[in-house]
């Protein structure tokens, strides 16, 4: 009954920029928090960025200072912009938001976007 749908991802070089959004639709009474992680090939899924209801943000320590999270909550739409990308954030980038439903008894249940890859490469 809800859905994150993912865009913009791609192919840049290093050094490049790049942004990518997740959009939630569904029966959505409200959006805690939200946020953006990611896992490479061989890897173990990492946080990157998160950011909360009222716009408080958190970032893992090495994407700090180049990323940056924010939110529409108006359009339940959460955004990551990368700048100064190096190859090793190569990665499927993942969508996740905290929703309670407009059902009840009300729930507050995480979901996952289908993932979008960005890959930074010469």
């Known amino acids: 009954q809800v859905q994150l749908v993912e865009s913009g991802g791609g192919l840049v070089q290093p050094g490049g920029s790049l942004s990518v959004s997740c959009a939630a639709s569904?029966?959505?009474?409200?959006?805690?928090?939200m946020g953006w992680y990611r896992q490479a090939p061989g890897k173990e899924r990492e946080l990157v960025a998160t950011i909360t209801s009222d716009g408080s943000t958190n970032y893992a320590d090495s994407v700090k200072g180049r990323f940056t999270i924010s939110r529409d909550n108006a359009k339940n739409t959460v955004y990551l912009l990368m700048n100064s990308l190096k190859p090793e954030d190569t990665a499927v980038y993942y969508c996740?938001?905290?929703?309670?439903?407009?059902?009840?008894?009300?729930?507050?249940?995480?979901?996952w976007g289908q993932g979008t890859q960005v890959t930074v490469s010469s």
């Open positions: 996740n938001a905290a929703v309670r439903g407009t059902g009840t008894p009300w729930r507050v249940i995480p979901y």
């Open positions: 569904g029966s959505i009474f409200r959006i805690n928090d």
